[in-house]
């Protein structure tokens, strides 16, 4: 379906209450533009989500190119140790782990320990790459996990109602009841120790199962409102005249009028499910050593501070840089598929304000 902007002086349209940049926009759009292409074109004019939506990519462009580095530059792995090893920095030989246990810092070369090493010797920098290619796929299978079953239950509770919609809210009440923190070490303890189903120990594949599974309430809540306004459509009901079946019709006609409010979860819940991960492994119910993760390496490194505190300031760095660069490119996102949430929030202050 294509938007055409609408004019503020044409006769018959009201927009009282509209902030003025929207009024700005409504008048420049072009005849004829799609809801994605007025999304991107909003976008465009968001610099700062932008900006972070670029340091995103870099980062996992980078822990992508972590076998490359560690192959070709530093020429060690990830879980290489060397605690009785020794380098030259600055003309200098160091113990790369010194007789008192405390790790070399920073070198700054890119070919030995560029930002140091570990209680046991192991590359920080090389670790560092490791770790984020970890927390990034445990982050994105958690979040295929939380949209596809979140989105899907969702449609059905909300199309069918009765029964089916009662009965999935409870089990979403059950799991929403419990903070997610708290229910991801329960069931990532009951894994350690006991083990469940074809999972003996954690893993990162169990990390992400864990993790997707209590996100799915907050992405099923909102989407199955939005189905119970979309089921009553008037172009659900002429699908339903037309003798199209249930199935066709709730995922070729109510889910991609979903497809906006998707595409805005999706970026939120993967900048959650990175978080969640480095917690439950920093707590102990997460990804096990020797695997390397930013919550790993967060772990292990709270033992060497204030000696080696590098160890934990590397990967909190970029912990809080992946985070918050989601965040933002996620609001920004949000923004430029739904301005309509700033113009709800304008019209409410304006009538508190005449109240």
Sequence with gaps: MAITGPNPASE??????LPPELLHEAAEL???????????????????????????????????????????????????????????????????VSLTDIPIGPTWNIHHYFL???????????????GGRTSLEVGTVATLITMI??????????????????????????????????LGITLGTIIAVRGLGPFKSTTPLSTALVVGFVYIPYVFRPVRGQVFGLR??????????????????????????????????????LANAILLEAGL????AGINPPNASW???????????????????VPGIMLVLTVMSVNIFGDGLRDALDPRARVRIAISSTSQGEH
């Design 30 to 96: 072009p005849p004829g533009i799609g809801p994605w292409a007025l999304a991107w074109r909003r976008l465009r004019r968001n610099r700062i989500a932008l900006a972070f939506g670029g340091l995103f990519l870099v980062i996992v462009v980078l822990c992508l190119l972590a076998p490359v580095y560690s192959q070709d530059v530093a020429h060690v792995g990830p879980n290489t140790e060397n605690i009785t090893g020794q380098i030259t920095v600055g003309g200098k030989t160091e113990y790369v």
């Design 12 to 17: 018959g349209t009201s927009y009282v209450g």
């Design 116 to 130: 140091g090493a570990d209680e046991l010797g192991r590359d920080v920098a090389v670790r560092l790459l490791y």
């Design 149 to 182: 079953l979140g989105v899907m239950l969702a449609v059905m509770a909300g199309y069918y109602r009765g029964w089916l919609d009662q009965v999935l809210n409870r089990i979403m009440d059950l799991i929403w009841s419990y903070p997610v923190v708290l």
């Design 232 to 269: 009553e459509r008037e172009f659900v009901d002429a699908a339903r005249q037309q003798g199209l079946s249930t199935w066709r019709i709730m995922w070729s006609e109510i889910l991609p009028n979903l497809s906006s409010t998707i595409v805005v979860f999706i970026p939120l819940i």
């Design 281 to 284: 492994t920093f707590l102990g």
């Design 295 to 313: 919550g790993t390496m967060i772990t292990s490194g709270i033992d060497e501070i204030p000696a080696a505190f590098h160890n934990v300031l």
